[in-house]
């Protein structure tokens, strides 16, 4: 029941179903909860929960931009940066996940976050996209970088809008 609620969630049929189940033993029953089990299972295999992941994120990221978009269109070029740059390096771990790049390395003893021109840098490796990509990528998240760390004055209000067409560009394309 545990692995249910955290791939669907309690509100999904299969929990619903299986829960409803579990506390008969009678044999019709616990047939039916191992055809639950089959289904979870084919739903894994053809990569439908894969599937309703992205779109899931692919939701999330196009509000955010939004976000970012109304932040722009107010003239608040600063937090539009960083907003924009987060979807951005977000976008990014989640295309590590389907190549399967790693996010992390040991430092030491310790295991971090790659950073993200780390993990621009080994997407192209795996041909996730071309270098060409890889140096807007770069560029956008210098922009970022600079927004984030105060450096408002080395950037303008235009970089920032066409960052936000570059990036809105590259989530929908590159996935």
């Known amino acids: ?39 979870v299972k ?50 990014l771990r989640q295309l590590c996940a389907t190549y399967s790049v790693d996010t992390t390395v040991v430092k030491g003893n310790d295991v971090v976050a790659k950073k993200a021109d780390l993990l621009n840098a080994d997407l192209v490796k795996v041909g996730a996209y071309g270098v060409l990509e890889q140096k807007n990528v770069t560029a956008w998240l210098d922009l970022r970088n600079r927004a984030a760390h105060g450096k408002y004055g080395e950037y303008v209000i235009e970089q920032v809008q066409l960052m936000y067409q570059g990036v809105l560009d590259f989530v929908s394309r590159i996935n």
């Open 1 to 39: 029941m545990s692995f249910i609620t955290d791939l669907y969630g309690e509100a999904h049929s299969y929990y619903k179903e299986f829960t409803k189940k579990s506390d008969n033993t009678y044999l019709p029953l616990a047939e039916s909860k191992v055809h639950i089990i089959q289904s």
């Open 42 to 91: 084919e739903e894994i295999e053809n990569g439908w929960l894969l599937s309703y992941k992205k779109l899931i994120t692919a939701e999330v990221f196009s509000d955010f931009l939004e976000m970012g978009k109304y932040l722009l269109d107010e003239k608040y070029k600063d937090p539009a940066a960083v907003m924009i740059g987060s979807v951005l390096e977000e976008h």
